[in-house]
């Protein structure tokens, strides 16, 4: 197991948001790098249109939680580079036994997300043959769900828009507050 625990200890910050309350300590063949309490994850940044295919957490929830900090914290410390913090994630990955189909998505992704980020953005020509590939390949199995998501989810947010306009009481963003 590359990481110190397979427990992972959280708080939820908000609606997309937790914060790790116990370090996560991942063990590489030579470096070794700590998430530290207080550092805030959204566990897997997968577009809502995807996570259908990639739900949030799963097997590589850990792999998530330390991409995350990589990309954040590793790339401002210098500990990493945003091409090895996406390659790491890989690997890692495969080490938390993720299938490979799943695993090369998942680092499409990240080095899509890569080329969004000016901070991420370094290095990224390298690896975009790879993506290119693999995205032309995933093409026909993720885009058309992706589409029919993406107008049931225009639907939806008009629909909940009317309700909420109509219905009294139907902004509940006061409730916010309140602990269940």
Not at 76 to 105: I, K
Not at 169 to 177: F, K, P, T, V
Request: glycine share 8%.
């Amino acid at each position: 197991m590359p990481f110190a625990s397979s427990a992972l200890t959280v708080r939820r910050v908000s609606d997309e948001l937790w914060e790790v309350v116990e370090p996560l300590v991942y063990r590489g063949r030579r470096d070794v790098f700590v998430v530290p309490a207080g550092f805030r994850t959204d566990f897997a940044s997968v577009p809502r249109v995807a996570v259908w295919l990639i739900p949030r957490f799963g097997r590589y929830t850990l792999a998530a939680v330390l991409h995350d900090w990589l990309v954040t914290e590793g790339i401002a410390g210098r500990a990493v580079s945003s091409r090895d913090a996406d390659g790491l994630f890989r690997r890692v990955l495969r080490e938390l036994g993720v299938p490979p189909v799943r695993r090369w998505l998942m680092w499409t992704g990240a080095r899509w997300g890569a080329l969004v980020t000016p901070v991420r953005r370094a290095g990224w020509w390298r690896d975009a043959p790879g993506v290119l590939v693999l995205s032309a390949l995933a093409a026909p199995v993720v885009v058309p769900p992706a589409l029919a998501i993406t107008v049931a989810l225009a639907v939806y947010t008009v629909v909940e828009s009317a309700v909420t306009a109509l219905v009294p009481g139907g902004d509940r963003r006061g409730d916010r507050g309140m602990r269940l």
